[in-house]
């Protein structure tokens, strides 16, 4: 029998203490499947863990606080993998904006919304 795959969370410390809460940690010697970030968080390890967490084969899918993706739109513009699937969340602080969402940017061209 397959296990099944990891949900990951890179977000603020709301964010992760309450995916956390609802059971979705993991954590072996080797690694974690969530990233808390704080203000003192550098960019270059965010998206080190982004990368990290989409080239694992135990994650399914990824969450990340879209004020965090907007500082990876580089990385999340070229991601072209299904699986894991990132998906962008608002924070406690910051409200959910479909506008920066590149998911909703795709349904948007697909549907002949725009680019």
Not at 44 to 54: A, G, K, M, N, Y
């Given at each position: 029998m397959e296990a099944g795959k990891l949900v990951a969370v890179i977000g603020d410390e709301d964010t992760v203490t309450g995916f956390l809460l609802a059971g979705i940690g993991h954590r072996t010697a080797e690694s974690t499947n969530f990233l808390t970030v704080?203000?003192?968080?550098?960019?270059?390890?965010?998206?080190?863990?982004?990368?990290?967490?989409?080239?694992?084969?135990?994650?399914?899918i990824i969450l990340i606080n879209q004020h965090l993706a907007n500082n990876m739109r580089h990385f999340l513009t070229d991601y072209k993998q299904t699986i894991p699937t990132i998906l962008e969340i608002p924070s406690k602080e910051h409200p959910y904006d479909p506008e920066q969402d590149f998911i909703m940017q795709r349904v948007n061209m697909f549907l002949g919304g725009g680019a």
């Open positions: 704080k203000q003192d968080t550098k960019a270059d390890v965010i998206e080190s863990t982004l990368r990290e967490f989409t080239q694992r084969d135990d994650i399914g």
